[in-house]
């Protein structure tokens, strides 16, 4: 299975990288997994509603264009569904049971994503109602992940 993730802005924070590396590193054994990132645009916190929105709308554009063709697109979304560990497992070894070799998950900058990235989704996944950092979320997202393969290996994993 191919996994991409694709986010906006750079991991600017040593301990986000350092942690970010390892789960890569712990994947590597379950997936090919691609990183892609786009530049964060611009915006001061005095930009307008209409304002936040074009910089939604260019940073959304650049996501688009690097979603791989034939990919199952997962839109990070404060408005997605919740799952468990174990159900996000089970989404992951229902997808490749299925026949779907790429996944893409789609991580927002600090503004959110455009409408047209989230209506592009597949499935919209929360991981909370909360708002994280997405240098933290990234991090998350790929423990998750470690941990749903893990779980669909039947091997132990912390609790």
């Known amino acids: 299975m191919k ?3 694709i ?3 750079k991991i ?3 301990f986000f990288t350092e942690g970010i590396n390892e ?3 712990r ?3 379950y997936c090919k997994l691609i990183e892609e990132s786009v530049p964060d645009e611009k915006a001061d916190e005095n930009f307008s509603p209409a304002e936040i929105e074009q910089v939604k709308l260019k940073e959304g554009q650049k996501i688009l264009n690097k979603i791989p063709k034939n990919s199952y697109v997962i839109v990070l ?4 569904v919740q799952l468990s560990s174990k159900a996000f497992a089970k989404k992951l070894y229902t997808l490749g049971v299925e026949g779907i070799p790429n996944i893409t998950f ?3 900058g600090s503004n959110g994503l455009c409408e047209e990235v989230i209506n592009s989704a597949d499935f919209k996944l929360s991981f909370s109602k909360m708002t994280f950092p997405h240098q933290l979320f990234k991090l998350v997202l790929l423990e998750q992940i470690y941990r749903a ?3 669909n290996a039947g091997e132990t994993y912390h609790k």
């Open 3 to 5: 996994l991409t993730i």
């Open 7 to 9: 986010s906006v802005g």
């Open 12 to 14: 600017k924070e040593k």
């Open 23 to 25: 789960y890569i590193k």
């Open 27 to 29: 994947l590597s054994k």
């Open 77 to 80: 979304d404060i408005n997605g």
């Open 106 to 108: 789609i991580i927002g």
């Open 149 to 151: 393969f893990k779980i």
